[in-house]
């Protein structure tokens, strides 16, 4: 079955860089859409980045874009999420998800995704 397994999270200073990993099996990789979510506590999940099958397109929330980058190595079965100038607003679980539907429903959505990670936790100190 598809496994999404997230690493490199931690926790880090305001400022500071983290890059998250997740590398994925049971699933052609480059045939999946691959996505960034995170959730702060009390919050409900949100978007974060999204990244095409080629790698050629990407899209980042509003709330990231200038700090953070997504990125894929299809021959790794990796997708990666750099995360540059953390800010205390950016603590939360990030979890990765794969989708491979072909439908209507935006990358933006949690609901495009059909397969998930645990989750890896970020926390930025102030």
């Known amino acids: 079955q598809v496994q999404l397994v997230e690493s490199g999270g931690g926790l880090v200073q305001a400022g500071d860089s983290l890059t998250l990993s997740c590398t994925a099996s049971g699933l052609t990789f480059s045939s999946y859409v691959m996505g960034w979510f995170r959730q702060a506590p009390g919050k409900e999940r949100q978007f974060v980045a999204t990244?095409?099958?080629?790698?050629?397109?990407?899209n980042h929330a509003d709330s990231v874009k200038g700090r953070f980058t997504i990125s894929r190595d299809n021959a790794k079965n990796t997708v990666y999420l750099q995360m540059n100038s953390l800010k205390p607003e950016d603590t939360a679980v990030y979890y990765c998800?794969?989708?491979?539907?072909?439908?209507?429903?935006?990358?933006?959505?949690?609901?495009?995704?059909?397969?998930w990670g645990q989750g890896t936790q970020v926390t930025v100190s102030s």
């Open positions: 998800a794969a989708s491979s539907r072909i439908n209507t429903v935006p990358m933006t959505s949690e609901n495009r995704y059909e397969d």
């Open positions: 990244i095409s099958r080629t790698g050629a397109n990407t």
